[in-house]
């Protein structure tokens, strides 16, 4: 079962997901990070984010870049957050794909769902503020809007959250 | 409590209107005090932008989106509340624009745990996207 969860800024998409995989009830939960602190506000988020996985017995896995070569035995489910923090670091890292970052974030995206019984994949309502930016972060948002579109190709199910509330897109 | 959601410029208010008439107070400009009394209010993200920016006090370990939800939900819990969604675009650069989307989303989301409807209107047109037995 793969679910693709997006929602906006504050929309509560995160506590959805946690709960989304928590609904399985197996054994073996990973959580992949891919938000790369750099200053206190994104630490703080961090935290955050920490606090509410809090005792749900996840085992954290950080991946910045390169998620195809995670190193990952097999795990009954994993929740990857988020793909707007993957797509950024793909393209803005030193290390990161540049222009190959949507194929090669599909390419990992696809070990996953191989890997787990349950793939939860939290994505980024981004798309909605109607300001034109400059030319490397209008490449940004294109190209999360074709990751996001090819994740829910993939995804059994797709869900918009909207302060809390789910909004079922696709479902199978 | 009911809440009635969506984009800019998507005919919120007339919406409001149609189903449970006028007299909302208008959250840019009405008295900080006035949410907790009043039938309902619109440009609800305006409202939040001006009470983050008055002064207040917080005890430590309290968030300001819990703060103003349980506000609202203890003193005005039959009230409508219209929103823009305002979390849907590139982060800002501006550390202030993100502290008020997020506390927007958040108290938001409070909000919407709360309440009895939510409406989410797109081009004029309403979908109830949550509704209590």
């Known amino acids: ?172 | 409590m009911i809440l009635i959601i969506g984009g800019a410029y998507q005919g919120k208010k007339a919406y409001a209107r149609d189903l449970f008439g006028g007299s909302f107070i208008d959250g840019a400009k009405c008295p900080l005090e006035e949410l907790f009394s009043c039938r309902g209010i619109y440009y609800f993200h305006e409202y939040v932008k001006r009470w983050m920016e008055s002064e207040r006090t917080l005890e430590k370990g309290t968030e300001l989106d819990e703060v103003l939800a349980n506000q609202i939900i203890q003193q005005n819990p039959e009230v409508v509340i219209i929103s823009n969604e305002i979390g849907c675009g590139i982060v800002p650069m501006d550390a202030g624009e993100r502290r008020w989307r997020e506390l927007v989303g958040r108290t938001m989301t409070h909000l919407a745990a709360f309440s009895g409807e939510v409406h989410r209107v797109v081009c004029g047109i309403g979908t109830v996207i949550k509704q209590k037995e």
């Open chain 1, 1 to 172: 079962m793969i679910s693709l969860i997006t929602g906006g800024s504050g929309s509560g998409k995160s506590a959805f997901a946690e709960k989304r995989i928590l609904e399985y009830a197996n054994e073996k939960r990973i959580y992949i990070a891919t938000m790369h602190p750099y200053d206190a506000e994104a630490f703080a988020k961090v935290a955050r984010h920490q606090r509410m996985r809090k005792k749900k017995g996840f085992e954290t896995i950080e991946c910045y870049t390169d998620l195809k070569n995670i190193s990952l035995m097999r795990a009954d489910d994993i929740l990857l957050e988020c793909l707007s923090n993957l797509t950024a670091n793909e393209l803005f890292e030193e290390n990161g794909a540049k222009e190959k970052a949507a194929e090669q974030i599909m390419e990992g995206i696809r070990k996953l769902s191989y890997l787990s019984e349950n793939l939860v994949i939290v994505s980024n309502e981004i798309f909605s503020d109607g300001i034109e930016y400059d030319r490397e972060t209008e490449h940004y948002i294109e190209v999360l809007a074709q990751v996001n579109r090819e994740v829910a190709a993939l995804a059994d199910e797709v869900i918009e959250v909207v302060y809390g509330i789910p909004v079922y897109h696709k479902r199978r």
